[in-house]
């Protein structure tokens, strides 16, 4: 069958839709899936294992699932899937932690807080940005006050912090606070003062050159030795400043890179308009090299946010800690694979959530400027 | 010591703009600039030419301490280019420069872009600053782009928001390197314009480029330079007309041969 070819004048010719097979879903099947024989194989391949996989994961985990029972016999009376009746009896703990029963809405109202803190850093068209802002950076010491009790709250101790509270805590406080060192430390990095410069290489050499494991037992064994005799350290916020000088060197190198791929001509041009060091470091050179960085940034935090289960290794109990404390319990003996698979949601929750925004922020960051 | 420096500091007078004297500049062990004498006067358009690596761009570098010189004075509206940051500082915000690459701020609008030396360098309320930007703006010719990014204009509408970014910070002195090397025809024509009435105002200019036409036009001296020196100045006629050095023969035959 022809189709009907008509000649037009130049210049006159009209704007017609694509015909059929060259658009929608069809083209979109026939590119991606069916384009060659090796794709066409490897689609087929594909759905036989999605057939094979998806199924009875579904069944195993929704279907034949227990939600409501009260020891390990009654779950496994009750139907052949997963127990995540054990979940919900060990939610309240694997969330809070040992944090007392009464004082829970603390924990509940920091991180609401902390949410509504998080807004006008990570959006710039929320309404009323800069009192917001405010609040944002009040916001750790409010957070501390609630979490921590004194001046009309009961005081809780550290080692009441535990399980998913604790991981967030420790994540949120080494993401907050390892930035700006890290900038400050590639800054450094990069000076032309001898003594900085030599404070900043020593200082990330020698944090990168360590585990993140063997800085918390200098943090909780022999941190002791270095200080004056008789000073007591909490262990929480000694864990906190060895997470945030860990994270702070990955940064710092992340954010060199990001400085070296910056042209000199901008900086020159920031020189030539009689632009200060820093005005021209804040104005100029940071947001380009920052975006550029941002890919980096938001690796290392997710890698950051991970890394808080080691805190275990020196007895704080995170998620992890008591996820596993759990399963050793008489009642529920054995249920790893609802425990593990809890933890990892938790973790791909908010790892996940990072991701996505760090796309969304290059996004919106993407001025055109790639030419 | 001191008498060459007093000799040196009360010479200069009020119209000279630019004051070079037997300055000299090294790259590690290569001699880049050998003993260059110059004077810029209030309002002199001064072109600078001659083949690559003649130091030319160099040279204007050097006036606003983009680059260093070991030896020798620069004196800059009576104020002396050495180490001190504030002499510096008070030398830039006075000498505004347009280099090849425009170096636009990718991540800033084209007015943001033109505001920012006002507002943080001469602390200009902002409301004021967006004004004569926009002011400028029109004078080069696209008033209508001041809300898009750098990265969404042609080279040409670049090279004039730098030039009108540079005309905000209302500079005494207009320091041109090579403006035109990085635009195709059309648009070198448009961004000679823009400097032909820049030159029309008064403004004193020093520009390094090949356009040769630009040079008969507007200019009150051409210099040529090689291997790092001054070889000849002479104003434009004079200068292509009677060519006194045989590297300057050379260059022109060469330039002006095709």
Sequence with gaps: MSEVTQTYTPGTHPDMPPPPGQRGIVLWLRKNLFSSWANTIMTLIGIYLLYKILPPMLSWAVFDAVMNASNREECQALGSGACWAFIKDRFIILVYGFYPEELRWRVDLSFLLLCAALVPILFDKAPMRKPWMMFSVAYPFIAGWLLLGGAGLTPVGTDEFGGMMLNTVVGVTGIAFSLPLGILLALGRQSHLPIVKSISVCFIEFIRGVPLITLLFVASTMLNYFLPPGTTFDLLLRVLIMVTLFSAAYIAEVVRGGLQAIPNGQYEAANSMGLKYWQSMRLIILPQALKISIPGIVNTFIGLFKDTTLVLIIGLLDVLGIGRSSMADAQWNGLSNEVYISIALFFFIACFGMSRYSIYLEGKLDKGYKR | ?258
């Design chain 2, 1 to 258: 010591m001191a008498d060459s420096n007093a000799a040196v500091a009360t010479s200069a007078n009020d119209d000279d703009l630019i004051v070079i004297k037997d300055m000299h500049k090294w790259y590690g062990d290569f001699h880049v600039l050998k003993n260059i004498n110059l004077t810029v006067k209030r309002g002199e358009r001064i072109v600078v030419c001659g083949p690559s690596g003649s130091g030319k761009s160099t040279m204007i570098r050097c006036i606003n301490r983009l680059e260093e010189h070991q030896k020798g004075h620069i004196f800059v509206d009576n104020i002396e280019l050495t180490n001190d940051l504030k002499q510096i500082d008070a030398i830039r915000r006075e000498v505004g420069m347009v280099f090849q690459h425009f170096n636009l701020f990718p991540h800033l609008t084209v007015l943001e872009n033109c505001t920012l030396g006002p507002i943080w360098v001469r602390q200009t309320p902002k409301a004021e600053a967006d004004e004569a930007a926009m002011a400028y703006l029109e004078k080069v010719k696209i008033p209508e782009q001041a809300l898009k990014y750098p990265g969404q204009l042609s080279g040409g509408q670049q090279q004039r928001v730098a030039i009108a970014r540079s005309l905000c910070m209302n500079p005494r002195i207009m320091l041109f390197d090579e403006p035109t090397s990085a635009l195709d025809p059309e648009m070198i024509k448009e961004v000679l314009d823009t400097m032909i009435e820049l030159a029309e105002t008064g403004m004193t200019m020093l520009c390094v480029t090949h356009e040769m036409g630009f040079a008969k036009t507007v200019a009150d001296r051409v210099i040529f330079m090689d291997e790092g020196e001054i070889i000849e100045a002479n104003e434009p006629n004079e200068f292509f007309d009677n060519p006194q050095h045989e590297r300057t023969k050379l260059f022109l035959s060469q330039i002006l041969g095709h």
